[in-house]
DNA sequence: AATTACTCTTGGAACGTTCCATTTTACCTT
DNA sequence: AAGGTAAAATGGAACGTTCCAAGAGTAATT
């Protein structure tokens, strides 16, 4: 399944002026040390003198000295990249997850580079080629649907960590991390049901993903812990229009609900937009709770409850699978039930 | 301003498991050819025989040879890296533009790496002095506010190409395409006052940005070239929640307004849902106009009308410039009223 | 058949760093 | 002051590619 491996960069203007940049040497000179010793500095090593330390600092002020980390990952056989593999970066989740990962990755001393695969499998594999020539020391990466395991496993190299991250890929031997899927569904229902409501519905999402099967699953759970509570489902599309009809298809077949757990926060915000044009209160006539906990949720004219993922903790989850190599199965990141007035 | 130069990356486990890699070398004895000729091959060079390429592409595949771009970039002096430097990818217009943008690089054969400076100016710097490590070719940058224009100069090398996006930074000599703001607020104004309406309000935005002045001088234009317009402006937090304060504040203020013309759509999200609160119907009751177009725009229960600025468009001006290393200074790329139910 | 012209191929040097084995320096201890 | 030991510094080799100048092969022209 190899791509037949060509460089085709359509040149651009080079403009390359030959100016010969500044290396090691030109600041060893400068510094009057060995050029062993500069790279000692610049790699913070306890085995150069605060001395030279200070006297190399200094010429690499004046030279005006740029570290070239493509001549130290090639003799070092070792790069500190770590690649950011998203989905879809326009989901606000997968953003703000992003944007997480990015920073904590940073407080590692690692550089992180992001990549978006617009939940397209091959662009996946051509990305993630790519990527492979530059070395990258680790993959983070939410598979695409239709992702092969057997792909996935083979990006596991001596120099290349991978780890996946919100979606399952099953038979895949990457340790992954997730939210606690389950867990957040069946307490939010759990929340509804302790309102007194019997007839609760489960609102949007997607089966091709694996999340939707366990906040499904989460939610049949706390359905069938007591016998009085009727459930029904409804599937859309991933986004607000998708939550819109759903519900539009909801109440027209299921009149006598009286909450809905959605998918996500994004469905819940299509479901509030029906229920408003049909002057149904979120909260008050039907209880709606999303999942996320995205910025605007809380902002909203009836502040939306919700199952918040801090997408701090799944950036910790995966540096400190990171820091530490550890190939654990799965890292499960808690979630928490957030009641707000909806 | 330099900072001093120290590479902390904490050591992670790094599995050094020393396994020979497969080389150019390794590729050639294979292939029976020269490394030279191996590396003509991998470059899609015409000046290898179609045997030789054969041979080459057979030995590849057999060998499982990855490419090293790092080594590659070293000798030849060249990245093929670009640089996209976002201001806030958790901004769904941002998001939208960098993978239009991803998208595009990637088609003239470069890498795109996204980077987020969450709009400070201090991240920014350390971000982009960690690009510079790597050679980028090009850094295709929305600046964060503060950003010095000197700064932003100093970062144009022989080998390095800079495109500032979105926002226009004062002074500065790098080429800068933005979407043609103040034409796009003018043509939303006057779509308004062509519905016989006299007070109109623009809603939204932070002085702190260069498009909302673009923007604002617009909608002022639009007023002034008739002299029985009514005008307010009202200004906020670029989100939603600030455009619903926004429109309080108006509707408080200035019972009698007939339309408000939003800075952006996420604003003008927040506005339609104070609207509602209201039993305000947008387009029947206030004219409501958003800029940007963002998908869920066109999918709202009241379609909003709105300034669409076309992400490609603009991705195709940068990659335009990069191809071309022009250096002209303002490319401002046209933008198209969508009118809509709002 | 010799000359020219052109295409294809090639081995060695070079890119700027880190690694490694060795030497130099500094610091104790007696 | 001599000896021993550890810390600090160093020069050359190496990483895997591309560049370059030159060589080999082939076809066309005389």
Redesign the pocket.
Known sequence: MRQPHF?DSQNLKTNNTNK??V???DVARVAG?????V??V??GS????D??KEKVLKAIEETG?V??RE??A????SSDLVAIVINDLTNPYSANLAVALEKHIRELGLMATLVNTSENALTQTQIVAKLQEYRVKAFIICPTPNTQASWLNQLQKPHTQVVSIMRQVDGSQVPCVLPNNEMGAYNATKALIARDHKHIAFIGGDAAISDYHQRLAGFNKAAKEQNDIQTWVFNSTTNRHGGRLAMSECLAQVPQVESVVCFNDIVAYGVIEYLAEQNLKPGADIGVIGFDDLDDSKLMSVPLSTVKIDANDIAKAVCHILKNDTQKGLTQVPVALIERSS
């Not at 040390?33 to 010793?37: A, I, L, R, W």
């Not at 306890?46 to 003198?49: I, P, R």
């Not at 090639?74 to 056989?77: A, E, G, I, N, Y």
């Open positions: 460089i010969q940049s290396t090691v040497h040390v060995s050029k062993s010793t790279s000692l610049l790699r306890d085995k150069a003198s001395r030279a000295y570290y070239n001549a130290a090639m003799r070092s056989k």
